[in-house]
């Protein structure tokens, strides 16, 4: 764990730039589809869990102005991106493990995470910490990136994967050991569907998800249920 907080502190200051170059762009949308299935309102309170620079949360706050945001992340490189950028003082920003929150029981009404479960120890403890912090009847959101469906369009997928994002971290933030690491995490990582049956068996219900990106990106999200 300590290895791969070493290694999103590298490349904390070109992350933006690298997921704006990878994404074709469309990272936007999909941050945006992810606060949308909060189901916030301006009165909700909503914490986004490995919030790195911040992108998420203040999408939130963007669209939900009246609303109390909070993230936490365990990387400090990433947390003073998101404390220098402009508005930041309208978010509660702490670090903390997402698989041991410092929050109470039933505190939040949406808890939102980007590219955060792919890379925690214990998939089904960070999840259970979400349950814990959410409240009734409130919503979990997660965007992560998946493996490539079944198709056609694999071989390209898995060749820009292995190839083409190793060589853009080298050229933008000068680590190719990053995105070498995160692309091979993504082809190894479970499908959208084991995803849901575990968010289910921890007792979310109506869990669903949905693809972006020749389906390389899912935002996947469940409700907790109030009996």
Request: charged share 25%; hydrophobic share 40%; proline share 4%.
């Amino acid at each position: 764990m300590n290895q791969v907080r070493e290694m999103f502190g590298r490349i904390a200051i070109g992350y933006d730039l690298m997921n704006r170059v990878i994404s074709i762009g469309q990272d936007r949308k999909w941050r945006s589809y992810l606060v949308q299935m909060t189901h916030m309102t301006n009165n909700s309170k909503m914490l986004d869990i490995g919030c790195g620079t911040g992108k998420i949360a203040f999408e939130a706050k963007k669209r939900y102005p009246l609303s109390q945001i909070f993230g936490i992340d365990i990387t400090i490189e990433m947390l003073k991106v998101a404390i220098n950028r402009i508005g930041s003082e309208k978010i509660e920003w702490s670090i903390g493990d997402a698989e041991a929150l410092p929050f109470g029981d039933n505190t939040f009404d949406a808890v939102t995470s980007g590219y955060l479960i792919r890379n925690v120890k214990d998939i089904r403890a960070a999840i259970k910490e979400q349950i814990r912090v959410v409240k009734e009847g409130g919503r979990i959101v997660c965007l992560e990136t998946c493996p490539p469906p079944n198709n056609f369009l694999k071989p390209y997928i898995q060749f820009y994967l292995r190839h083409i994002i190793p060589f853009l971290g080298q050229i933008i933030v000068k680590d190719r050991s990053a995105y070498t690491y995160l692309p091979t995490t993504t082809q190894k990582f479970l499908s959208p569907e084991r995803v849901v049956d575990i968010m289910k068996e921890l007792g979310l219900v109506s869990v669903s998800f949905k693809r972006f990106m020749f389906g390389t990106q899912v935002v996947i999200y469940g409700i907790k249920s109030t009996f």
